[in-house]
């Protein structure tokens, strides 16, 4: 026997069994899609794990440090994206489960669907910028362009990202100076942990000395300061003696590099200075000297 009302139709027992089997195949298909995507991320963890692990040589460890690809940053990535997607199903679930009970229930869809689409045109319009930021942060985790930990510059802002949500993310910079930017405005990213760090030091000397003698004291120096031990860490490869690269009126200026992990290579180019400059010193190789220039 069924009743009508202005507002619902309930017959009995059909209605309540109907929505009950409703309640129950969505509860049923959720706690799959949430079974899927945990199994789904646990494999990716795995993966990586495995990746991790063979990784046995140091230049393979070095290389995946400088890629950005260490196994806590992938863990973190793949943990986050997981989560967004069992509260996505979470909700695309319940919205298919109100409508479905909505229906059953005789209640019609088009006026209410028409307003929703009405309400959600004026929300679109006041909530984009949050949609914006939103959107940004799902691809700024998913495509790896920072994380915490990074020293990264945005737009006038350069420092160490200390945290980062799917709406803003927070940076620390040189002064201590928190800040907070919204995803949504950030347009480029310069990111200097990821790869490596390289830096270079000009040593000028007289212009008349041998440059062969030069170059002797210098690679003494590059190699003290690649086997030094605190500073072998921070290095990828010992530092380089590039040669001359420019001759003027009273000086010559030879040229080291260095390349370090991502933004230690402070440490070895103020090492390579100081040591060139006593090791020349010592040599009885003197430095540049220039013609006062006349008024």
Do not use: C
Request: glycine share 10%; net charge neutral; proline share 4%.
């Amino acid at each position: 026997m069924g009743t009508m009302s202005p507002l619902i139709t309930w017959i009995w027992p059909e209605t309540p069994i109907s929505l009950a089997v409703i309640i129950l195949i969505g509860i049923l298909v959720h706690a799959l899609v949430t079974l899927g995507v945990r199994r789904a991320t646990d494999l990716a963890l795995h993966r990586s794990a495995q990746h991790a692990a063979g990784q046995t040589s140091r230049t393979s460890r070095i290389l995946g440090e400088a890629a950005g690809l260490t196994r806590a940053r992938a863990q973190q990535r793949t943990r986050t994206l997981g989560s967004l997607l069992r509260s996505v199903s979470g909700v695309v679930v319940t919205v298919i489960v109100l409508l479905t009970s909505l229906s059953m229930l005789g209640i019609p869809l088009a006026p209410l669907l028409a307003s929703a689409g009405v309400g959600g045109i004026a929300l679109a319009f006041g909530a984009q910028s949050l949609v914006k930021d939103y959107l940004t942060g799902i691809f700024l985790i998913v495509e790896d362009q920072y994380g915490v930990g990074d020293f990264i510059t945005v737009g006038d802002i350069t420092g160490t990202v200390e945290e980062v949500t799917l709406r803003v993310t927070r940076i620390q910079d040189g002064t201590g100076m928190i800040w907070y930017v919204r995803n949504g405005e950030i347009v480029k990213v310069g990111n200097v942990t990821q790869g490596h760090s390289s830096g270079t030091v000009d040593v000028p000397v007289a212009y008349g000395s041998d440059p062969a003698a030069v170059l002797a004291v210098l690679r003494e120096v590059a190699a003290s300061v690649g086997d030094d031990p605190e500073l072998a860490d921070a290095l990828m490869e010992p530092p380089s003696v590039l040669g001359i690269s420019s001759v003027t009126g009273g000086a010559m200026t030879f040229q080291l590099t260095v390349k370090a992990h991502p933004n230690q290579q402070y440490g070895a180019l103020r090492a390579l200075r100081e040591r060139a400059q006593v090791a020349l010193a010592a040599a009885g190789i003197k430095g540049p000297t220039y013609e006062p220039t006349a008024l």
